[in-house]
C-alpha cells in the first residue's frame, strides 16, 4: 500500500502541530502519484533535488563541450563537437529552467506548460546528438550512412508529436524516446571500427534503467531526481567514450604546444 513518507519527528504525535519545512507544507518527501493523464506534483524537496541534480551540471558540460572543440582535427570533427555540445548543453539548462520554473512559477500555468514542453522536445534533440558524433566521424555502411540524416528526423518528428500530444499519451511517448534510443544503434553492424561502442551500450543500458525512476513519481521518493542522476551518469559515460575514442588525445595537444 502506498504511503506519504512525513517523517516521525515531525511532532504530528502527541497532538503537536507538524514542523513547517520553509516551504508552506509539512516535511513530505513525496506525494501521491499522479492520475493517468496527469502530472506528478513533486513536494518541495522533490523540485529542489529536481533543479539540483541537472544544474551542477551546466559548467561541466559547457567545459566538456569546449573541450571537444579544442580537441577537433578537422572541420567535421569540429562541426561534431558544436551539434553534441550544444545538445548536451542545452539538455542541462532546458531542464534546470524548467525545473525552476515549475517550482517558483507554478502560478504561471502556461509558461511552466511551454517549459515542460521544451524539457520533453529536448529528450528527442539530446538522443539524436548524443549519437551524432559516432554517425558523423565514423565510416559506414551506404545504407547505414542514411541513418546520419534520419536521427534529425526522428528527432524532428518527436518535437512535433509533443508539440501535438503533450501529456496524453504517456505510454505511446516511451515508446517513442525508447525506439529512438534503440533504432540508431542498428548501423553498429555496418561499422568497420567498433572501438568505443561497448562503452555506448553502457551508457543506453544505464539510460534504460533510468526510465524505471522516471515512471516512478510518487512510488518511489525523489524518483525525478534519481532518473537525472542516472541521465548525468549515462552522458557521462558517452561522453568519455567519444572523448576517448572519436577525438585526439589532449596529450596530443600539449605534444604540439
Ligand atoms: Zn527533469
Known sequence: MHQRLISSADGIQNGRKARFSGCGSPVRFMNHPAPANSRYKPTCYEHAANCYTHAFLIVPAIVGSALLHR????????ITAWIYGMGLCALFIVSTVFHIVSWKKSHLRTMEHCFHMCDRMMIYVFIAASYAPWLNLRELG?????MRWFIWLMAAGGTVYVFLYHEKYKIVELFFYLAMGFSPALVVTSMSNTEGLEEVA????????????????????FAHAIWHVFVATAAAVHYYAIWKYLYRSPADIIRHL
Open 71 to 78: 580537441l577537433s582535427d578537422d572541420r567535421w570533427e569540429k
Open 142 to 146: 551506404p545504407l547505414a550512412s542514411h
Open 202 to 221: 553502457w551508457g543506453g543500458l544505464i539510460y534504460c534503467l533510468g526510465v524505471v525512476f522516471f515512471k516512478s513519481d510518487g512510488v518511489i521518493p
